[in-house]
């Protein structure tokens, strides 16, 4: 798992200090070089489409690295390891 969270974090994408849930269109917003706001708007028109919009937001906000380079599912990963 190492392996794909380095993957991760080389990619340069991190979620945003501009949140308002998980700050993943504020990352994508910053990594594009864009307003915030195009994004957000994009991901909501994305909603409307019939599709899986809300478990991508989910499963980006579990593996993008946040501002401090921590990944949310690692951690939780790690503490499940050591609580075994």
């Known amino acids: ?9 080389g990619l ?5 200090p501009e949140r308002w849930l998980g700050g993943v269109c504020g990352g994508i917003a910053a990594k594009l070089n864009v307003d915030v706001a195009f994004v957000r708007i994009g991901f909501l028109l994305f909603c409307l489409l019939p599709g899986p919009a809300v478990v991508f937001y989910l499963v980006a906000w579990l593996i993008l690295p946040n501002q401090n380079n921590g990944i949310a ?3 939780f990963l790690e503490k499940r390891a050591m609580n075994r």
């Open 1 to 9: 798992m190492e392996k794909f969270f380095s993957i991760v974090r």
């Open 12 to 16: 340069g994408l991190r979620r945003g």
């Open 73 to 75: 599912l690692e951690s």
